[in-house]
């Protein structure tokens, strides 16, 4: 009899145990995902918004709708209309003027923004902001692949020129940018409309 209840107790002992152990470890799960969590909502969050913010209709035939959607957050959120489109508002559209905001569409990323003169080369270059919508035929964005879009954001030089760094274009900043938050850039630009370059640059 006792050794039947030590053969039992012991039985219950290591139930428990192996119990014990699947508890934690489902609550370890739980806990990785509770703490994954807070990021993909936010991520969620931030692709709704860029769908909200959107200022042009987007092309999403068979296109990864999360990438192009956080695309647009980060491209609306982070100033690149500033100098990418000119003028940047519409009229009346200017919030800086207490006016209802409205980007400026019909000019939307195509460039155009006269920055001066580069004088670091010879003989000095103007400093005009690329037209940032996909070519016509080919869908790319500034006409450029997405390895030479990365490493126009990674590096500053210039896809014309690799002798020379851009100016004015916040690359050092951008250059700290996940891979999967550059891509998005990229999808989200591949989807806008195409438009040919600013036909009046200007400061």
């Not at 900043?173 to 040919?196: C, F, G, H, M, V």
Request: proline share 8%.
């Amino acid at each position: 009899m006792e050794k039947h209840i030590v053969g039992s107790s012991r039985f219950w002992l290591a139930g428990l145990f192996a119990i014990s152990a699947m508890l934690s470890a489902s609550t370890g799960q739980a806990e990785e995902k509770l703490s994954a969590s807070p990021g993909h909502a936010e991520e969620n969050d931030q692709v709704l918004q860029g769908f909200e913010i959107a200022p042009v209709t987007l092309n999403m035939a068979g296109k990864n709708r999360t990438l192009v959607g956080l695309g647009s957050y980060l491209v609306n959120t982070t100033g690149c209309n500033d100098c990418h489109t000119h003028p940047n508002w519409a009229s009346p559209g200017n919030p800086f003027l207490g006016e209802k905001e409205q980007i400026n569409t019909t000019q939307y990323l195509t460039g155009g923004r006269t920055f001066g003169m580069d004088t670091t080369v010879f003989p000095p270059v103007p400093i005009i902001s690329a037209n940032l919508t996909p070519e016509e035929k080919t869908g790319k964005p500034a006409g450029l692949t997405l390895d030479q879009f990365l490493k126009v954001m990674r590096t500053g030089k210039d896809p014309d020129d690799h002798s020379r760094l851009l100016k004015v274009m916040p690359w050092p900043l951008y250059q700290w940018k996940t891979d999967r938050d550059l891509k998005a850039i990229y999808e989200y630009l591949r989807e806008i409309p195409s438009l040919p370059d600013n036909p009046n640059p200007a400061s």
